[in-house]
């Protein structure tokens, strides 16, 4: 089982990028060969026994590790761009629950919450509002608020509705390449 760093630096960001896909190398193994019921049992209900969670079922892993990707790789690119005023952000992986929200930073009297997931595109629009929802209650004091998510849940044009200290960063768990939403970079002041 992979140990996870829940503090994302420049400092060791491209390690646990690289060490997380390698956790992840083997990961279906477990169904070579399957099909038809078996298969379909073996993807909902037999543990992988592989990768960051062995302990749970392929469909189930994959949700987690997929999001745990868009952290990873939209963190470093965060830190790497210089995005936001923060040297580190402090994670939470796979259905961690410790701090309230999946990303968090601080630096100073300037404050970053956010969450991040990945879904398909059917099903953005739920995730993105019970997310928006959880950042907007009055008691969230942050300076910025950010939705992290894989690029494919929208279309390339996709502009969402925010206010302005949202921001929603999109993410390419294969090339580790992202873009955010808007677009310009935020002063480090």
Partial sequence: MLNLNNTISK?????????YLESVHDIG???AGLKGLPLLE???????RSGPYPHVALFEAANRIMT?????????????KDVFPFESYSVEFGTEDKE???LRASRGDKALVGEAFNVAPSFFQVKKGKMLKKLR??????DYKIIMCNHDAV?????????PDEFFVFVN???GNSYMVPDHPISSG
Avoid: M
């Avoid at 400092?11 to 060490?19: F, G, I, K, S, W």
């Avoid at 279309?155 to 206010?163: E, F, L, S, V």
């Fill in 155 to 163: 279309t390339a044009h996709y502009i969402p509705k925010q206010r």
């Fill in 173 to 175: 768990v294969g090339t």
């Fill in 137 to 142: 209650e009055p008691s969230v004091r942050a």
């Fill in 100 to 102: 309230g929200f999946d």
């Fill in 68 to 80: 745990d990707l868009v952290i990873l790789c939209g963190v470093k690119w965060l830190l790497f």
């Fill in 29 to 31: 193994a477990s169904i």
């Fill in 42 to 48: 073996a993807l909902k209900r037999e543990p992988i």
């Fill in 11 to 19: 400092a060791n960001a491209t390690q646990l990028v690289t060490d």
